[in-house]
C-alpha cells in the first residue's frame, strides 16, 4: 500500500469519528454541520482513491466492484455512527465522573453488536464480491478495509481512557 496516502486517510478517519460526536464551531457563513459534510466527503473520495490504487482493478471489474464498494461503504457509515453515539455516550459518563455499573451494561452490549454487524458486512460483502469478481479480489479488498479499520481502532482505543 501507498504508506504516505493511507497514513493521511487514516488520520483523517481517526479523527472524523470523534469529531462527529463534538460540537464544532463553525467558519462564518457554515453551519458546524456543513464542515462535517465536508469533511467527510473528503475522507470518501481519499479513500476511494486508496482502493483504487491498490485494488488495481480492469474496467471491466470496476464496473462489477465499485456499486458493491460503495454498499458496503454504506454499510459502514451506519456502523460508524452507532461507534460515534457509543463513544459519545461513554465520554458524557466519563467526564461527568459518572461510569456506573449500570452505564456499563447499557455500553458494552451495544459495542459488541456493533462488532457483530461489522463481522456480518464483511461476510456479505465477502460473498458479493467473490462471486461478482473472484475470491481472491475479495480478500484484497478486505484486506485493504482492515488494514484502514485497523489503525483507526487503534488511533480511538489511544484516545479513549479506560473505563475507571
Known amino acids: 500500500m501507498n504508506v504516505p496516502r493511507i497514513a493521511v486517510l487514516v488520520l483523517a478517519l481517526a479523527f472524523a469519528l470523534p469529531l462527529a460526536a463534538q460540537e464544532k464551531k463553525a467558519a462564518p457563513g457554515q453551519s458546524a454541520n456543513t464542515n462535517m459534510q465536508i469533511l467527510a466527503e473528503k475522507i470518501k473520495a481519499d479513500k476511494k482513491l486508496v482502493v483504487a490504487a491498490n485494488m488495481k482493478l480492469s474496467d471491466a471489474d470496476g464496473k462489477k466492484f465499485w456499486p458493491l464498494y460503495d454498499g458496503y461503504q454504506k454499510g459502514l457509515e451506519d456502523i460508524n455512527k452507532r461507534t460515534a453515539k457509543l463513544i459519545t455516550d461513554y465520554a458524557d459518563a466519563y467526564n461527568k465522573d459518572a461510569v456506573t455499573d449500570e452505564v456499563a451494561k447499557k455500553l458494552m452490549p451495544e459495542m459488541l453488536a ?37 489503525v483507526v481502532n487503534y488511533s480511538l482505543a489511544d484516545g479513549i481512557p479506560l473505563v475507571p
Open 114 to 150: 456493533i462488532e457483530e454487524s461489522l463481522v456480518k458486512l464483511r461476510r456479505t460483502y465477502a460473498d458479493k464480491i467473490s462471486h461478482a469478481l473472484s475470491p481472491k479480489v475479495a480478500a484484497r479488498y478486505l484486506q485493504i478495509e482492515n488494514k484502514i479499520r485497523a
